[in-house]
T-cell receptor, first 118, second 114 residues
């Protein structure tokens, strides 16, 4: 079974509008971490936001927020006030188990390609 | 702020040749990860090192080996290269703070095997 599911292969959003990128995950481990990364066409992988499984509040980082619904096992990324520079591939990812000892490999979803329209 | 450094950024090799990719983690980060991202695919975990010891292993071919040195930099050695090894190779580093374990990725090495 897929551990990370991103069902939107591509999304369009108008500049200055908000957009939500969907992510659901599957794990039986009570301790896990969820991440969103941005990969522009240049190829680098840029960390955006992190949510721990025990965090009570949704994570926010500037224009990025993570809508964490633990019971539904979803971790959607919300980008507010989209900018042209937000056009990129966005990956949802998960680390399972305790975050120590070098066993924190991350499993990625297949990504969502976001295009911001002027 | 200092980021993860990878070299070279681009590498072109012939089939059956060898390649060495280098990674310099963010200072004070104690864990290094290697990922392989094929064209149009998501990154796949290869191998990780914690405090210079191999800690976890993913879908890394036997033709590949890696190590982490005393200065925490890591090298991924790839032998008998195949066309299918053409990919973007990422190194990521993290610090085991016990609270968060965000992996920060380097810019990647784009390997092309001809």
């Amino acid at each position: 079974a897929q551990k990370i599911t991103q069902t939107q292969p591509g999304m369009f959003v108008q500049e200055k509008e908000a957009v939500t990128l969907d992510c659901t995950y599957d794990t039986s481990d009570p301790s896990y971490g969820l991440f969103w990364y941005k990969q522009p066409s240049s190829g680098e992988m840029i960390f955006l936001i992190y949510q721990g499984s025990y965090d009570q509040q949704n994570a926010t980082e500037g224009r990025y927020s993570l809508n964490f619904q633990k019971a539904r096992k979803s971790a959607n990324l919300v980008i507010s006030a989209s900018q042209l520079g937000d056009s990129a591939m966005y990956f949802c990812a998960m680390r399972e188990g305790e975050n120590s000892g070098g066993y924190q490999k991350v499993t990625f979803g297949i990504g969502t390609k976001l295009q911001v329209i002027p | 702020a200092a980021g993860v450094i990878q070299s070279p950024r681009h590498l072109i090799k012939e089939k059956r040749e060898t390649a060495t990719l280098k990674c310099y983690p963010i200072p004070r980060h104690d864990t290094v990860y290697w990922y392989q991202q094929g064209p149009g695919q998501d990154p796949q975990f290869l191998i990780s090192f914690y405090e210079k010891m191999q800690s976890d292993k993913g879908s890394i071919p036997d033709r590949f080996s890696a190590q982490q040195f005393s200065d925490y930099h890591s090298e991924l050695n790839m032998s008998s290269l195949e066309l299918g090894d053409s990919a973007l190779y990422f190194c990521a580093s993290s610090y085991d703070s016990g609270f968060t374990d965000t992996q920060y990725f380097g810019p990647g090495t784009r390997l092309t095997v001809l």
